[in-house]
C-alpha cells in the first residue's frame, strides 16, 4: 500500500503581514534556514504539540498528559519535571534550536549557521555512526550527545597533480599543432 502525502506546513493565512515577514527573515537568518517553508514547518510542529497539550489539559485523564510531556522532554523542549503550561509556552525559536543544523553550529563543528547546513547536506554528520544529512531533523537529548563530525581526509597519493599533467600535456600538443 502506498503511504499518501500530505503537506507537512501550513502557510499564513494572510499573505501580507510586515511584522511577522520581519519575524521571518530574523529566523531565517539567525538559524541559517533555506527558506520560510523551514519557519512554517517549526510552526506547524509547535501549533500539533500545543494542540495536543490543550486537549489534554482539558482532559481529566493522566494517560493523556504523560505521553506528550515524554515526548517534549525526550526532544528537550521542556525538563523532567516539566507541565503541560510548559509545552503551551513553546516558541518557534525552541523548535528550530532542536534541529541537527543548529546542533552542529552549536556544538562548534562549524562557524556559522550556513557552514553548519552545508556539512550536514554533505554527510559530514553522523549520529550514533548513522550518516544524516537532513538539516531539519529534530534531535533528541540521546542523540544530540552523539552528533559527531566526520571530514574526508586529503589524498596524499597526488591524484590531482597526475591529472594536471595531463592536461598540460594535451594543451602542450593542441600548441604544437596549432602552429
Do not use: C
Not at 517549526?42 to 500539533?48: M, V
Not at 509556552?89 to 556544538?107: F, H, P
Not at 555512526?129 to 529534530?138: A, D, I, Q, T
Request: charged share 45%.
Amino acid at each position: 500500500m502506498v503511504k499518501k502525502l500530505k503537506k507537512q506546513y501550513e502557510t499564513p493565512f494572510e499573505a501580507w503581514d510586515e511584522e511577522r515577514i520581519e519575524q521571518e527573515k530574523e529566523l531565517i537568518e539567525e538559524f541559517g534556514l533555506a527558506n520560510k517553508r523551514e519557519v512554517y514547518k517549526a510552526e506547524s510542529e509547535l501549533r500539533g504539540l500545543r494542540r495536543q497539550a490543550r486537549k489534554a489539559a482539558a482532559s481529566e485523564k493522566e494517560d493523556q498528559k504523560k505521553p506528550l510531556l515524554e515526548k517534549a522532554h525526550r526532544l528537550g523542549l521542556i525538563k523532567a519535571d516539566g507541565e503541560i503550561v510548559d509545552i503551551l509556552s513553546l516558541e518557534t525559536r525552541d523548535i528550530l534550536n532542536r534541529r541537527l543544523q543548529t546542533a552542529v553550529e552549536r556544538k562548534g563543528f562549524a562557524d556559522t549557521a550556513k557552514e553548519a547546513r552545508q556539512r550536514v547536506v554533505h554527510g559530514h554528520i553522523f549520529i550514533d555512526g548513522e550518516r544524516v544529512n537532513v538539516p531539519g531533523y529534530l534531535l533528541t537529548q540521546e542523540e544530540e550527545k552523539e552528533v559527531e563530525l566526520r571530514m574526508p581526509e586529503p589524498e596524499e597519493d597526488g591524484g590531482s597533480e597526475e591529472a594536471s599533467e595531463e592536461v598540460e600535456e594535451e594543451n602542450s600538443e593542441e600548441e604544437g599543432e596549432n602552429e
